[in-house]
């Protein structure tokens, strides 16, 4: 219901809010924020967005409904490599009710948080449904909204974090392999509050002007911004918030991108758009991304042919 309800009243504001939308000081001397505009094919209202390589986004489309679906885009970029648009895109899993998390773990398998029934779907390479839906009831306040897994350099690296939406809190919980190519989630710990109903997150480079230590920008829908958090021992969010994009309509899902680290992010009604902030530290090209580190040892076809073989036996 409360998605209906934000749907309707984003739209009726969509233009006004898009020329309120904007970068304070001191970001606004350093970054660059661009609308991307929307991808034609991909249905509203946008979910969540991660990257299958360097220059495929995946992106979910008709979020928060039974006909949720993940779509695979490639994008076209300028001579920087800044992304500038959008080819034809092509289904590429099922994914209903996804939401505004959506990201790669381990073995590859691609997570999704869906709302409203407060559950998280996994998605094995090769697949195009959900091959797990696991309920957070009792575990997470009803309903998600994003998860991530904490990057390489920063607190609690590894960490699987998941974000509630209607609790307006993060935490921690861990994953155990369960046999059959998917992972069980366990107990969701060391909750930290911030509040404005997040939809996405992303850890900020290291060396990024403007931010000093380990920090995330977290998408609040609730509040239309976009927020800089200092992060605890266990990589999740805490302390009081900075604004760091304020005026936005829908502030969804959020992705860096592996080519640029520029900050990408979607919008949930809104228009249904990307947004694109430039000025972040570059990234470093030996660092994969988590959708690398399954296609590491023998690749794609390889790991494919044998978890087909497992479930055969």
């Given at each position: 219901?409360?998605?209906?309800?934000?749907?309707?009243?984003?739209?009726?504001?969509?233009?006004?809010?898009?020329?309120?939308?904007?970068?304070?000081?001191p970001?606004s001397?350093?970054?660059?924020?661009?609308?991307?505009?929307?991808?034609?094919?991909?249905?509203?209202?946008?979910?969540?967005i991660?990257?299958?390589?360097?220059?495929t986004?995946?992106?979910g489309?008709s979020?928060?409904?039974?006909?949720?679906?993940?779509?695979?885009?490639?994008?076209?970029?300028?001579i920087?490599?800044?992304?500038?648009?959008?080819?034809t895109?092509?289904?590429?899993?099922?994914?209903?009710?996804?939401?505004?998390?959506?990201?790669?773990?381990?073995?590859?398998?691609?997570?999704?948080t869906?709302?409203p029934?407060?559950?998280?779907?996994?998605?094995m390479?090769?697949d195009?449904?959900?091959?797990?839906?696991?309920?957070?009831?009792?575990?997470?306040?009803?309903?998600?909204?994003?998860?991530?897994?904490?990057?390489a350099?920063?607190?609690?690296?590894?960490?699987?974090?998941?974000?509630?939406?209607?609790?307006g809190?993060?935490?921690?919980?861990?994953?155990?392999?369960n046999?059959?190519?998917?992972?069980?989630?366990g107990?969701?710990?060391?909750?930290?509050?911030?509040?404005?109903?997040?939809?996405?997150?992303?850890?900020?480079?290291?060396?990024?002007?403007?931010?000093?230590?380990?920090?995330a920008?977290v998408?609040?829908?609730?509040?239309?911004?976009?927020?800089?958090?200092?992060?605890?021992a266990?990589?999740?969010?805490?302390?009081?918030?900075?604004?760091?994009?304020?005026?936005?309509?829908?502030?969804?899902?959020?992705?860096?991108?592996?080519?640029?680290?520029d900050?990408?992010?979607?919008?949930?009604?809104?228009?249904?758009?990307?947004?694109?902030?430039?000025?972040?530290?570059?990234?470093?090209?030996?660092?994969?991304e988590?959708?690398?580190?399954?296609?590491?040892?023998?690749?794609?076809?390889?790991v494919?042919?044998?978890?087909?073989?497992?479930r055969?036996?």
């Open positions: 219901m409360k998605r209906v309800i934000g749907a309707l009243f984003v739209a009726s504001l969509v233009g006004a809010v898009a020329q309120a939308q904007s970068l304070p000081a970001f001397s350093d970054y660059t924020l661009n609308d991307l505009g929307s991808i034609a094919g991909v249905p509203g209202p946008y979910g969540g991660t990257f299958l390589n360097d220059n986004l995946l992106i489309g979020a928060n409904s039974g006909g949720g679906a993940i779509y695979a885009v490639s994008v076209t970029r300028d920087n490599g800044n992304i500038t648009g959008f080819g895109p092509t289904l590429y899993s099922t994914a209903p009710n996804i939401d505004g998390g959506l990201a790669f773990g381990p073995g590859g398998d691609l997570f999704f869906e709302f029934n407060n559950a998280i779907g996994e998605i390479p090769g195009n449904s959900p091959d797990l839906t696991v309920s957070l009831s009792g575990n997470v306040t009803s309903s998600v909204g994003t998860l991530a897994f904490v990057p350099g920063f607190n609690g690296a590894g960490n699987f974090v998941i974000g509630s939406y209607s609790g809190t993060f935490c921690t919980a861990s994953l155990t392999a046999g059959s190519g998917t992972y069980n989630i107990t969701c710990s060391g909750t930290e509050t911030t509040g404005g109903g997040p939809e996405g997150i992303i850890y900020v480079p290291s060396g990024s002007a403007d931010f000093s230590g380990e920090m920008l998408s609040q829908y609730s509040t239309g911004t976009v927020v800089a958090y200092g992060i605890d266990n990589g999740l969010p805490t302390g009081a918030g900075t604004t760091f994009i304020n005026g936005l309509s829908g502030a969804e899902g959020a992705v860096l991108d592996p080519v640029t680290d900050f990408l992010f979607s919008t949930f009604g809104g228009g249904n758009q990307i947004e694109e902030v430039q000025g972040f530290s570059a990234p470093i090209p030996s660092t994969p988590p959708a690398a580190f399954f296609l590491m040892g023998g690749g794609l076809a390889a494919i042919a044998l978890r087909r073989r497992l055969a036996c």
